[in-house]
């Protein structure tokens, strides 16, 4: 039998309430020269079951009989997939008929995008557009802030994968997999967004992050991305750095206000030596959320928002006039 163009990758695992809906999303697509791999990780659920009901021979449906986790189980059909091309789509989520025909003509007219992702349209409890960067360069200057694009959207080329053996980190066994994976995708090839909302995303109960401590699972997080870009951090840097990227509310102490304002320093001087992030992205980031910080210490705190203001370039008219008013409304 000959291989697939592409490969469509779905984990399972006690998701029977929702597979239905992304299974005929996949076979809906306009598309037709692809494989749907159907990981099962042990599911106590009638979602195998829901998978065999579909009578279509582009579906393979591979059951593990003890559940091992879900970056095994995602790394067992990276290496079963057989396309060029490998299609990610969560058991809760759904595509668009398009995505597989404009992420393979937009991967196919940018031979060096080795992974691309879409847009996507959150559906559940939520209902709104989330986009990620476009282009490579601003995607890689936001690394330690964000995905470089939605795992669940990604289309990655095999050969890139298999060259570099590219697999989710199976150590880790908390939310965050996906980020830590696609920090090393992008380590060694360029990433793109398509903008168009391609994918829908479910938002709710279903997900691994519902009815965890997101503040401690955020700072493993944070702690580990640091890591691989070889940036040591103590306990208050990394409070610090969830500051920047808003885990935690403003500062409520001078002491937490110069942490805050030395680590800032600190990622812009590492950055100026070591080239990792785009620069210009990056430093526009950290200034940006260095103002944030800023507007919420103006509206709560005047001292603390002087202080943070001497020690993050001074006064603009900006900051001063939203000071003013600030003092204005209190």
Known sequence: MPSPRISVL????????????????????????????????????????????????????????????????????????????????????????????????????????????????????????????????????????????????????????????????????????????LLRVAGVTKVASLPDALTHYRIGPNNFRHGRDRLTDAGRIAREALRFFGIAANDPEIRAHLTLLRRIEAPTSAQEVGALNAWADRLLAFNRKACTFSPDVFEGRIHAELEHVFCLLADRDARLARLHARLSGGWSIGRLRYYLASRMRS
């Not at 847009?119 to 936001?142: K, S």
Request: contains cysteine.
């Open 10 to 181: 779905m984990t399972l695992y006690n998701k029977g309430p929702y597979v239905e809906e992304a299974v005929r999303s996949v076979l809906s697509s306009s598309f037709a020269d692809f494989e749907l791999i159907v990981m099962d990780d042990a599911s106590t659920d009638d979602g195998p079951d829901r998978i065999r009901a579909f009578e279509d021979e582009r579906i393979r449906l591979v059951c593990h009989a003890v559940n091992t986790g879900r970056a095994r189980n995602a790394n067992r059909g990276f290496d079963a997939a057989r396309g060029d091309f490998i299609a990610i789509l969560d058991a809760d989520d759904a595509m668009h008929p398009e995505r597989l025909a404009r992420q393979l003509a937009f991967m196919e007219a940018h031979p060096r995008i080795g992974a691309c992702g879409t847009a996507a349209q959150l559906i559940g409890e939520r209902h709104r557009v989330v986009r990620w960067p476009d282009d490579d360069d601003t995607a890689r200057g936001l690394l330690l802030f964000e995905d470089p694009l939605l795992y669940g959207s990604a289309m990655f080329r095999r050969s890139v994968l298999d060259e570099h053996r590219l697999r989710c980190p199976e150590d880790w066994d908390g939310p965050g997999m996906d980020y830590l994976f």
